[in-house]
């Protein structure tokens, strides 16, 4: 089995706007991606043309699966926590299902977002963070749910930081990155994916200019791996590892 990569977020249209690059990129090395998004969304402020919570949820997943189409996204799932909600999600219980999804998959490379919440500093986005790290620890635990398969030990997990701030948000207090990523070559992709999510485009107008002049770059932290190493600052998730079974 070839090279593999998974990434785990909070909402439909967090894998374009926010990882979109690297998915993008990932896909064209034909590196095996999977997205695993927590929620349907249906909390989000921008509804398009949705009558409910139930509407907008099924809009937002199928906007989810034409955006990962246009990334050459090879496997996602969208799962069924409350939008807005994470903070209140059972953590072990929640924890657990990333387990068995990465001892199934297999990833040497898992995604997620940092502690911060990204540059909207979304409770959300912090408990994915903190719902996937533990998930990347534990599933290479035999001690820890041995009933969901084999242990994998992923090689590498990277949080997404971020090297600017977003004007009129509160300002997170993000991680140091150690990779950068120059996202130009897809660029066009990674926006013909957001604009998959039809229901979310009025957050796109009003992002436009911070990705004029920020969004031809991807910044990454390494916050753990199988091997220890020195935090130096690269330009490839993959750097130095090899297919493996």
């Known amino acids: 089995m070839g ?3 998974l990434l785990v977020v909070a909402h439909p249209d967090d894998e374009c706007f926010a990882f979109g690059g690297a998915l993008a990129l990932a896909a064209e090395r034909g590196i095996e991606t999977y997205v695993i998004c927590l929620t349907d969304g249906q909390a989000a402020t921008h509804r398009g043309a949705a009558l409910s919570g139930e509407d907008l949820g099924r809009m937002r997943r199928q906007e989810f699966a034409e955006s990962c189409a246009v990334l050459g996204v090879s496997r996602h799932e969208l799962w069924d926590f409350a939008d807005a909600r994470l903070e209140f999600a059972d953590f072990s219980t929640t924890a657990a299902r990333l387990v068995a999804a990465m ?3 297999r990833p040497q490379i898992v995604l997620t977002f940092g502690a911060d919440g990204g540059l909207n500093t ?3 986005h912090t408990m994915t963070s903190m719902f996937t790290t533990a998930a990347f620890h534990w599933a290479a635990s035999g001690k820890r749910f041995p009933e969901l398969g084999p242990v994998h030990a992923g090689e590498r997990l990277y949080l997404l930081t971020t090297s600017y701030f977003a004007e009129g948000r509160p300002a997170p207090l993000p991680s140091p990155w150690t990779v950068a990523f120059d996202i130009r070559s897809v660029q066009a992709r990674k926006h013909e994916a957001f604009m ?16 004029e002049q920020f969004g031809h770059a991807e910044y990454y932290l390494l916050a753990a791996a199988k091997e220890p190493q020195a935090a130096i600052v690269g330009t490839d998730l993959f750097a130095g590892l ?3 079974g």
């Not at 999510?197 to 200019?209: F, G, I, N, V």
């Open 103 to 105: 001892r199934a998959f």
């Open 122 to 124: 979304h409770p959300d």
């Open 196 to 211: 998959q999510h039809s229901s979310q485009r009025p957050l796109l107008e009003s992002s436009k200019a911070m990705l």
């Open 3 to 5: 090279l593999r990569l």
């Open 242 to 244: 090899a297919a493996n």
